[in-house]
């Protein structure tokens, strides 16, 4: 072990220098949801048939229900077609009023929109027709753009700091969003998503590490659950803006700006000492550890700062790390398919907010709502269950409420509304216990790489939940099965983690690895957390050495 618990006892485990870093973390965490959900409330359905200027010479004096009436056809029902016109001709007017017109083709000039609602990215970019799969695409990308922030962030992290990662990623993030508003077209609207989707990651990888490696053990899930709730809260204002603003260029830049108001992090953001101490600067830790302290009105003994100590030989991690001990790898398989059921479940119920009969805008707040307990009683439930019977207890519920909601009539759209919501509330939990377990069971000098991969998993379950979608077209059931029985399925593989409730949070591989039980070949007995002989007090050891 590095020290670094002791010093953090020693200035206070959560005290007021934790208390704003944690405040620092989750105002920008309210932002999130907009970047995630916002275009959600920007593509609303919006009434549209084909334009038809070719034939305004011919039909000039007619009114606009006659000209509709002999460029388009109609629906069976007496409606207007949405997607087709009649091919243009080259006949005077009478002739097409005698004959009519027959052949019918695509929408070649664009599309009228007849409701004159507030500009949105349906009618800006004419995402009808079939151009409507490209507002899928677009939420596909963004989550994409998380998975590579994921990848990239992760290893910049433990590269160059928490701290400057952080600030960076925030920067990309406010300077992208903005941008977004001013968007000629679809295809760089996509593009500034992707980039956005990057720079989440980054903010949401460094800074749950940061917040994590700042607090003693017991009140380690705080930070992580102060910044799910200020996520929480941040779906609620975005139904209320959505609500409120329509012009969706209003409300991307009203969602977007607020983070380049977070430009003083520069000066009061700390970094990690747990990192600095893993690359061996001391000195930079202890200067932090008296500041903190200070602000703590706490005062750190001399003996207890002497006892932090970097790693013997400073190395670089990879993701081949979790993959050359059998207990790491164990653990990063078994804590990603944790990560992928509640990905799949999460996403499968928040981008569908739209599809459960209530208000749209409604259906979100309550959403968002709900998350604020879920999230909050992960704090209570994992302190009296520990993290593993939490993590289980939180997916079983989730995945049993999805298996349920398929069974609902939908004339009962109020019924489903309460199931989905207790699934919102206990996938949330779930969340977030994954979180706070995930930054546990992973040392401080491969954390971010166990994230990443985390990430990365839930990143690619996230893509995967709206083309399960996709799946209803064969019957309405089997989304939610998929999302039901996933979670359930992780549920059950979460009881073979190892429990790290009350433990200390591992620095080095040693501190994971060497914790683990003896071999079989090993033929002494643990006593008091030391080895001892065995009864005939004979010692017979296999050694094996293990490289990294």
Request: net charge positive.
């Amino acid at each position: 072990m590095s020290g670094v618990g002791e010093v953090i006892k020693a200035l206070d485990d959560f005290g007021r220098f934790q208390h704003c870093l944690v405040a620092l973390l989750t105002l920008n965490s309210i932002s999130h949801p907009f970047h995630i959900f916002g275009q959600l409330f920007m593509v609303a359905e919006e009434p549209h048939y084909c334009r038809t200027t070719w034939f305004s010479a011919i039909g000039s004096n007619l009114t606009e229900e006659e000209r509709l009436n002999l460029t388009l056809p109609r629906k069976s029902d007496g409606s207007l077609e949405e997607c087709s016109m009649f091919t243009p001709v080259e006949r005077d007017l009478d002739a097409i009023v005698q004959y009519g017109l027959n052949a019918t083709e695509t929408c070649r000039e664009g599309w009228v929109y007849p409701s004159k609602r507030e500009p949105s990215l349906v009618t800006q970019f004419d995402l009808v027709c079939d151009r409507k799969d490209l507002n899928s695409i677009s939420q596909s990308i963004f989550i994409l753009g998380n998975l590579a922030g994921a990848l990239v962030f992760s290893a910049l992290s433990d590269r160059f700091g928490r701290r400057p990662v952080t600030l960076l990623a925030m920067l990309i993030q406010g300077i992208a969003g903005v941008a977004i508003t001013f968007v000629p077209n679809f295809i760089v609207h996509v593009a500034l998503r992707f980039i956005v989707g990057i720079s989440i990651s980054g903010v949401l990888i460094s800074g749950m590490a940061l917040g994590a490696e700042w607090v003693g053990t017991a009140y380690r899930p705080l930070p992580l659950i102060i910044n799910h709730v200020g996520f929480s809260v941040g779906q609620m204002v975005l139904a209320g803006l959505a609500y409120a603003i329509r012009d969706w260029r209003k409300l991307q830049i009203v969602g977007s700006a607020p983070v380049l108001a977070l430009f003083f992090y520069v000066w009061v953001l700390p970094e990690s000492p747990r990192w600095l101490v893993t690359k061996g600067r001391i000195e930079e830790a202890k200067k932090l550890f008296q500041k903190a302290a200070a602000v703590n009105k706490r005062s750190i003994p001399p003996k207890t700062l002497d006892q932090l100590k970097p790693e013997k030989e400073a190395k670089s991690r990879s993701i081949l790390d979790l993959a050359r001990h059998s207990h790491l790898r164990k653990v990063t398989f078994l804590i990603s398919t944790v990560w992928f059921a509640n990905s799949l479940a999460y996403y499968g119920l928040s981008l569908n907010v739209g599809s459960f009969g209530l208000n749209i805008y409604l259906t979100q707040l309550i959403f968002g709502a709900v998350e604020i307990p879920g999230r909050s009683c992960t704090f209570f439930v994992m302190r009296c269950l520990g993290r593993k019977k939490c993590q289980s207890f939180f997916l079983l519920l989730g995945g049993a409420v999805c298996l349920l909601i398929p069974v609902i009539p939908k004339d009962l759209p109020v019924v489903i509304t309460v199931l989905a919501v207790i699934g919102k509330f206990t996938i949330s939990g779930s969340f977030t216990t994954s979180y706070v377990y995930t930054t546990e069971l992973f040392p401080t000098v491969i954390r971010q790489v166990g994230i990443a991969v985390c990430q990365t998993v839930a990143r690619v379950a996230a893509v995967s939940s709206p083309l399960a979608r996709l799946l209803e077209k064969y019957h309405p059931s089997i989304p939610l099965l998929i999302f039901g029985g996933t979670a359930i399925g992780a549920g059950i593989l979460t009881f073979f983690l190892p429990e790290t409730q009350g433990k200390e949070l591992p620095d080095y591989m040693d501190d994971v690895i060497g914790n683990q039980k003896p071999s079989k070949t090993d033929t002494r007995v643990l006593e008091n957390g030391h080895l001892k002989p065995n009864e005939d007090n004979v010692i017979s050891i296999q050694i094996k050495t293990t490289r990294f």
